[in-house]
């Protein structure tokens, strides 16, 4: 496949017009923002208790199903299947939502969807939106353009309540508030609530709870995501945790559910494929406390449910990366588990990652949303060790297109004349065998000066000196290995094989 550098169409701007970027950018700087993650005890302690403990659910709950691997490839399929054929899909998907009775809208970008939601909030006379957890409203600011246009969003679900109320960013795809601790949530509701101060998560729950059951009476439309939006019967899926998102759905007047456009699949049957791999994928859970399938608005004769059902399906770039060598990342199903899986995101937490969405997903898609220009350090902020690839319930290569993204990096001239440079001596050097042999002698007499009597070294020179900030660095032995393999034949080859080299070299 001929492959086009990600960097072009997302990068340039029309002259004169300062560039709008599809996806909101909180913290630009990736390695300032790792450097002081790394060092931060408390966030280590915050995402070992739940991340890593989430990774080895994921893998034991895996575990229980007859052929996890099969179904993981399933899954993947059906997504390739519905990628290849998208447009077809999206007008099922439309046909039928309509013909059960609810509105479809489709937002070219971000500010085309909240455009549309703030039009159906106006015309509606709704004064007070709740919101169910949704990474695409995230994308899309929705909660700044309705404060903007005068309308009180709410979110409901209890991390993304917690980050509203503390004017913060979630730093997780599905455990938004992961950076906070207990007692960093009860400081928050202390000041919110005007409360006593405590840490104690049921209490701290209870407050939340009390006050958002007050809200869901007052509220006048529901605005939720969707996990998955079934093309056959128009239906959209929401599953959650909290019962927070069949109040947002059920209690408005109106809802309006936001999705981007790779979320739909075929038919109902492809459901179960992917519900026995999100929950499992997310948290370790067989599945979500609540697995709300919701089919148009409130018809004649039933007691709940909105008047009216309004699905947004949104672009925002997506139909550019569709077209290209990063298409598979439309797979996505944002269950996280690459997260949990990643070594970096273990350590560095998601702040760093500086967008809506971190971790190794994140790594792709901000660069592919955003452009490379402002995150060349994305595709780097990976060992390549392939964790995500594994943990990942639709078989997205993540490491693979990192790899691509990388050579894209220096096709697109993102990287610096320097540092290009540097790479093109290495690779000169390595690729011959006398500069390589050179290489290794003059790095083993420099580098054997620097030990220390326990054989590390403790402070590198030059350009390797970042690697001796946080750890030491081996030193190499006085042998290298080839000589020591050279000696090892000779001490251990078979008379007759010696008689035979002694014959070759005096021929
Ligand atoms: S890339 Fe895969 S593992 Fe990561 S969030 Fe998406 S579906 Fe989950």
New binding site residues.
């Given amino acids: 496949m001929s492959h086009a550098p990600v960097s072009s169409a997302a990068e340039r701007p029309e002259s004169g017009k300062p560039r709008r970027l599809a996806l909101p950018v909180f913290h630009p700087d990736f390695l300032s923002e790792a450097h002081a993650a790394s060092a931060d005890a408390g966030l280590h302690d915050a995402l070992d208790n739940s991340v890593t403990k989430k990774d080895y659910g994921r893998r034991d709950s895996l575990a229980e199903l007859p052929d996890a691997d099969g179904l993981r490839e399933l899954a993947g399929r059906i997504k390739r299947h519905t990628l290849d054929h998208l447009d077809y899909y999206l007008e099922l998907l439309e046909k039928n939502v309509l013909a059960a009775g609810g509105q479809v809208h489709f937002a070219h970008d971000n500010a085309e969807a909240n455009r549309i939601v703030i039009d159906i909030a106006r015309r509606t006379d709704s004064r007070l939106v709740v919101k169910s957890k949704s990474m695409v409203s995230e994308e899309t600011q929705l909660n700044e353009a309705l404060t903007e246009a005068g309308i009180e969003p709410l979110e409901t679900d209890l991390g993304e309540f917690i980050l509203q109320v503390d004017h913060d960013h979630p730093t997780h795809?599905v455990m938004p508030v992961i950076h906070k601790r207990a007692a960093d949530i009860g400081r928050v509701f202390e000041k919110y609530f005007k409360a006593p101060f405590t840490e104690d998560p049921q209490t701290l729950a209870e407050m939340a709870r009390v006050y958002l059951r007050k809200r869901f009476n007052e509220a006048d439309m529901g605005v939720s995501g969707v996990n998955f939006a079934i093309a056959e019967t128009g239906s959209i899926v929401l599953c959650t945790n909290e019962g927070n998102g069949r109040m947002c759905t059920s209690r408005p007047r109106i809802h309006v559910a936001i999705m981007g456009m790779e979320k739909v699949i075929p038919a109902w049957e492809d459901l179960p494929v992917f519900l026995k791999l999100l929950a499992r994928?997310?948290s370790g859970q067989a599945l979500t406390q609540y697995t709300n399938i919701i089919t148009g608005p409130r018809r004649g004769g039933e007691r709940d449910g909105p008047e009216e059902f309004h699905l947004i399906i949104m672009d925002n770039g997506r139909s550019r990366i569709l077209t290209g060598e990063y298409r598979d990342?439309l797979?996505?199903?944002?269950?996280?588990?690459?997260?949990n899986?990643c070594p970096i995101y273990r350590k560095v937490g998601g702040r760093s990652y500086g967008s809506v969405y971190p971790?190794?997903?994140g790594s792709l898609l901000t660069p592919l949303f955003n452009g490379l220009e402002s995150h060349k350090h994305l595709p780097m902020a990976s060992s390549l060790c392939g964790a995500?690839f594994e943990?990942?319930?639709?078989k997205?290569n993540?490491p693979e297109m990192l790899i691509t993204m990388r050579k894209d990096l220096v096709e697109t001239g993102v990287v610096s004349g320097p540092e290009r440079l540097i790479f093109r001596i290495w690779s000169w050097t390595l690729t011959r065998k006398w500069s390589y042999r050179a290489g290794q002698i003059f790095q083993r007499l420099v580098l054997r000066r620097l030990r220390k009597p326990d054989g590390w070294i403790t402070h590198m020179p030059g350009p390797a000196s970042g690697w001796t900030e946080v750890r030491d660095f081996p030193a190499p032995p006085r042998h290298d290995f080839r000589s020591r393999y050279a000696q090892y034949r000779r001490d251990n080859s078979h008379p007759a094989d010696r008689r035979e080299s002694e014959r070759v070299k005096n021929a």
Avoid at 331 to 339: D, F, K, P, T
Avoid at 391 to 394: D, L, N, S, T
């Fill in positions: 795809l994928s997310a990342t797979r996505c199903i944002r269950c996280g588990a690459c997260l899986a971790g190794p997903i995500c943990a990942c319930p639709v997205i993540i």
